[in-house]
């Protein structure tokens, strides 16, 4: 059975965000068997404070709120969309609370293929280079393929109703993620769709997936395997995050040594 959650991450009520995860909501029925959609802001979301204890106890966050909720929702899903507001070139705090919460999150996501997009709602797109590649990022996080990027065109409530290619980008949107259909942009990384270079000094890479990049006739070409792959997530988990724990407690000893000595 194929359900699509659509998770709003803006907190204006009757906003943009929520019209098109309406509109996306009531249109999606078409193409899957079930559909729900969830927004953020009823969800009581601590940040992170760095317990550890995901890593050193039990592998359950602490805090006291509803991520473990959300997560099951998230966990129901087969196909996923994430739409929100941009903010200061980049998506609302909400997205980012769920996004740090990862490291808790990854040892129970459903290991399946799955598949995801991203609707950003923009007044201008000069303003908005961070939006994409942060909402892909929480797709990659949360265990879903990315496979299609969309911007809606509203800055005041409603104003999105107004962009006159809002059917066809709803349409195509939801015809990727029914087909499994991943969008083939030029000069976009092929697994995460980001535009975004980061210069390494040893050359250019994507800074989502960590692929290299190498510029051909002034368009980046991408190459190599992605860190979001599934073998690339169970490495760093198993090698680096879980191994944390040994690493600083065999530190515990210096770190309380230099606190003694600074001033701190």
Known sequence: MSELLILVGSDRKKGNSETVGR??????????????????RDFHLLPCNGCMACITKDKTCPLE???????????????LIIIAPTYVL????????LLDRYIAAYPRLVKKRRFGGAGSIVALPEYSQFQLPLLNLSLLAYGFEVMVNREFNGAGPGEVLLDPDLDGKIESMLMCLKEGEKEDLPGHCPYCLSPLLYYDRK???????KVEARI????????????????????????????????FLSLLRDIRRRRKELPL
């Open 65 to 79: 709120d509803d991520f473990y909720p959300l997560l099951d929702r998230i966990n129901q899903a087969s196909h």
């Open 216 to 247: 051909e006739d002034g368009i980046p070409v991408f190459t190599g395997q992605p860190r979001w792959s599934d073998e690339g997530q169970k490495d760093h988990y198993e090698n680096w995050i879980l191994k944390t724990k040994d690493r």
């Open 90 to 97: 980049m998506p609302p705090a909400r997205i980012k609370l």
């Open 23 to 40: 509109l996306i909501l009531r249109r999606g029925q078409e193409y899957f068997d079930r559909g729900e959609l969830v927004f953020l």
């Open 203 to 209: 050359g250019f890479i994507c800074p989502i997936c």
